[in-house]
């Protein structure tokens, strides 16, 4: 249980990943719908 802020760091690490993504994917899926 020491290494819990490091997991709650790669969670939000993780978090802030997958808003990049969904920042990323959004317009693209967008612009392939039309």
């Known amino acids: ?14 978090l802030i990943i997958l808003l990049f993504l969904f920042s990323f994917l959004l317009p693209v899926k967008a612009n392939i719908l039309g």
């Open 1 to 14: 249980m020491l290494n819990k802020p490091l997991h709650r760091k790669y969670i939000i690490a993780l």
